[in-house]
């Protein structure tokens, strides 16, 4: 008897107050702040440099800097967040919020525009070109020394 004593004021008290629960289904829940959700990326500022993957803990990134593809396997990824520690473009983020759950197993790539990737093409072609002719006119200085 003494024990639902105890109990009546929290019940009485509790009857009074608002609800502490959540109206999830007509708003949407807020994350705290830092909560780790999944991974998005920027691919258009990525750079292919492959920190990200190097960084990974399972190894569920891959990257091909010359097709100008990211791959991610969500359901290997740990959510860590040391990706998008190690990006140094800073186009990897940790968004709030979670996937929504599938059947299957599999994985998301993400592919460059083509402009983007003709951009970089070419970027690509000057500098061989600019490294071809300064070894041709180092080639030239040493021929001329030599001689």
Not at 16 to 21: G, I
Not at 83 to 91: A, G, N, S
Not at 96 to 105: L, V
């Amino acid at each position: 008897m003494s024990k639902i004593m105890n109990f009546a004021p929290t019940a009485l008290k509790n009857l009074f107050m608002k609800p502490v629960t959540t109206t999830y289904p007509a708003e949407p829940f807020t994350y705290p702040q830092r909560s780790r959700g999944h991974i998005e990326i920027d691919i258009d500022d990525c750079i292919g440099c492959g920190m990200c993957v190097r960084s990974c803990p399972p190894g569920n990134l891959s990257v091909d800097k010359i097709k100008g593809t990211w791959t991610i396997d969500r359901f290997d990824c740990i959510a860590c967040g040391y990706c998008v520690v190690k990006c140094p473009k800073k186009c990897l983020h940790m968004v709030p919020g979670y996937q929504e759950p599938e059947g299957e197993k599999h994985t998301d790539t993400y592919t460059k525009s083509k402009e983007v990737l003709e951009a970089e093409a070419k970027k690509r072609e000057e500098m061989a070109k600019k490294a071809a002719e300064a070894k041709a006119a180092k080639e030239a200085a040493a021929k001329a020394k030599a001689e």
